[in-house]
C-alpha cells in the first residue's frame, strides 16, 4: 500500500515530558514515502521516546505528529484503527507475544485486523517469514528463538500488513555483522519494492551508511542536525563531530571536540 | 554550613577555593549547601573532592546537601565526591502528603473505572461481533482459572465444613442441640464460606497470573506492540478472562459448597451420631435456593474484582523483573481485599434487602 501523502510523517514543534522532565523540546521532522530517516543520537537523548510520540503510545506535551494525515493524538478510534493498520513497529526487544508461536504472531494482525481467510492469512504468513529466513521457525515460541531471530520474527510481524510506515528501533543491536547487513539490505528492499517509508532509530554507524536516505540528529531533546549524511556529517556541531569523530578529523577539531564533551557530557 | 553559589568552573574555582580554606580544623559537622549552584565542571568537582579529603583528614563530618539535579549528575561521574551526596530529605506539610496520597488513590481509582469501562464495552460489543470475543483464549483461560482450581478449592472447603462441624459440635451438645450442625453448615457454607474460600484461593492462583502475564507483557512491550497494532490491550487479554472467569466461579463456588457441607455431614454421621437420613432431611428442611443463588451472585462478583485488580496490577507495572514481582503481590493482597470488603457489602446488602 503506498501512500499518496506528500509526507508520511510531520512533527512539529513536538513537547514531551515525563514527569517534571523535558525530554524532547521542540522537535522538528517531515518524512516522505520511500524514504529511510534514521535518528542518531547518544543514549537518552529522546530518540525512543520520538518514536513513540509519532506512533500515538505516547500524547505530546505539545506540538503536533501527525501519522498519515492523521494526528493520533485527537483522532477518534476508527481513523486512528485505520492509521496504525498502515503501520508496522518493530521494537528492540522484539516483543514478540510470548503465549504465541511465531506462526501466530504473525499472524496475528491479519486475523484480527482484516478478514481474509484462514489459508490466505497462512500463505501470507509462510512468504513473510520466508522473507526473513525463518521459515523453519513457524512452530517455536519467542522463548525459543536467538535475539537475533526474535528480531527478525518481529520483523515479518511489523511488516505483516504491508505497512506504510515502518518504524524499527534498534533494528540491528545485538546482531551478528552478517545478519546485520541482510536486514539491512531488506530494510532498503522494503524501500524500494513497496515504497515505505521507514524511520529507523540506530547506533550501528556502518548500517547507517548503507540504509539511510536522510539522518535526524538529536541531542538532549533537541534536532541539532538533519540532511543526508554528508550533510549532517558536515555540521560542525560539537556532538555530532563526536558522534562521527573518529573518521581522520583534523587534530585541532578533535580537540574542540573533547573540550566540548568535557564541559557538556555530564549532563546528557 | 556553607553555601555555594552561581557557576562552580574554572573560572570561579580559585575565589571559592579560599572561601574553603577558611574552613579547617576539627569541629561540629558541615553541610556544603549546593542548592544554588547553576553549573559544575571537573574542576569545581576537584575544588570538592579536595574539600572533603581535608574534612575527612580532620576527622570532620561533611555531607553535600541540597544537590540540584543538573549538578548531582555530574558529581555522580566521579564516585568519591557522588557518594557524599545527601539524599534529598522531602520534608512534606501534612496537607501536602494527604493530597499527594490523594491524588495517587484517585489516580488508582480512575485506572479502575477505566479499565472496567473498556471492559464492559468490549464485552457486550464484542459477543454480537464477528472476531470481537476470542473464544479460543477463553476455553484455555476456563482451564487455567477453573478446572485447575477445582481440587484445591473443593480439598479446603471440605476441610473447613469438616472441622466447622467438629468445633461448633462441642457448643450446641451442651444444649442438646446437635441437629443443628446441619443449618450452621448448610447456611454459612452456601451464604459466605463457600464463595469467599473459592474467591480467596483463586485471587491467589488467577489473580497473580493475570498481574503477573500482563506486567510481564508490559515491561517487555508487548503491549505497546499491541497498541501499534491496533489492538485493544483490555479486549486482547482481559476480555477472555472476564468472560471465562464469569462462568467458571459459580461453578467452581458450587463445588464449594457442597464439598464444604460433604465434610459437615461425615463428621455429623459418624462423629455426632446425627444419623445421615436426619441430616438430609434437615438439609432440606434449613436450605433454602436463595442462600445457594445469594452465593452464586456473590461469587461473579468476587470473580470481576479478581480479574479486573490484577489486570490493573499489571497495566501498572513499569520497569523490570522485580516490578513484575511486586505487581504479582499487590494483586493478591489487592484482590482478597477487595473481595472481602465486597462481601461485607454484599452482605448489607442482602441482610437489609430482605
Redesign the interface.
Known sequence: MRSTFEYNIIVEDLIARYGDKTVLDGVNMKVRPSEVRVILGGSGCGKSTLL?HI???ATPAGGKVELLGVDLASADEPD??AV??R???L???G?????LTIHENVA??L???TGLPGDVIDEMVAMKLALVGLSHAHDLTPPELSGGMKKRAALA?AMAMDPAVLFADEPSAGLDPITAAALDELLISLKTQFGMSLVVVTHELASVETIADRVTMLDKGHVIAEGTLEEVKATPHPMVRAFFGREGEGEEEQRSVLQAF??DG??A | MVALEGDL?VDAVPAISKRLAAIAGPGERVEVDLSAVTDI??AGVALLSLFLKRMDASGREVALVRVPD?VK??LE?FPFVGARVAPDVERRAVFDRVGAWAEGIADLVLHFLVVAADTSWFVVTGVFKR?GVRWHVMFYEMAQMGSKALGVVSLIAFLVGATMALQSAAQLRQFGADIFVVDLIGISMTRELGPLMAAIVVAGRSGSAVAA?IG??MI???I????????HPTR?LVVPKILAITITQPLITAFADAAGILGGFLVATFYLDVGAESFIQRLQESLFLKDVVTGLIKSVIFAWLIVSVGAICGFRTRGGADAVGRSTTTSVVAGIFAVIVADALASLVFYFGD
Open positions: 513513540k506512533i500515538g503510545l486512528k484503527d496504525l493498520g503501520v508496522g513497529m521494537f528492540q526487544g516483543a514478540l507475544l510470548n503465549a496475528l494482525p486475523r484480527e485486523k510481524r568535557g564541559s555530564g549532563r | 568552573v565542571d571537573s543538573s549528575v555530574t561521574l472476531r502475564e510481564t507483557m517487555s512491550e508487548e505497546d506492540a499491541l497498541k501499534t497494532m491496533g489492538l486482547f
